[in-house]
């Protein structure tokens, strides 16, 4: 790498490096970041999909080995969920900051005959930054 004017730059470390994994239908299963292993926060991710292979869940916590199995029980320390109608959009959508029931947000929504939100409902402890 070099920074301009040709200076030579200082190798800079990871802080990140993530290996994937993908089904037959090109979606995401599962993000594993290598370097958080065995540190006190874990963000590997897994995934979850409908028959229509639209998103329904989203989790971070701990891979399982190996990673297609899942998160790790118990290792669960971020959720989120969408319940969707048969045009994609969200019916329900529940986002969880520590990944324990209940959860953090739920939002409810209704949809109008030209596909607009109308119904907005949310039912929620705290919404945090995630």
């Known amino acids: 790498m070099r920074e301009p004017y040709g200076k030579a730059a200082a190798p800079r470390p990871n802080r ?19 370097l958080t292993h065995g540190t006190a926060k874990e963000f590997d991710e897994y995934y979850t999909y409908d028959g229509l292979d639209r998103l329904t869940n ?5 891979l399982d080995d190996p990673p297609a199995e899942g998160l790790l029980a118990g290792s669960t320390s971020f959720r989120q969920d969408w319940a969707l109608d048969p045009v994609g959009n969200w019916d329900t959508f529940k986002w969880d900051s520590n990944g324990l029931e209940p959860c953090d947000a739920t939002q409810n929504r209704g949809h109008s005959k030209a596909n ?8 929620s402890k705290a919404i945090k930054a995630a």
């Open 16 to 34: 990140d490096r993530y290996q994937y994994g993908y089904d037959y239908s090109s979606n995401r299963l599962w993000r594993e970041n290598s």
């Open 58 to 62: 989203a989790d971070r916590g701990t």
């Open 116 to 123: 607009r939100v109308t119904l907005p409902h949310h039912n």
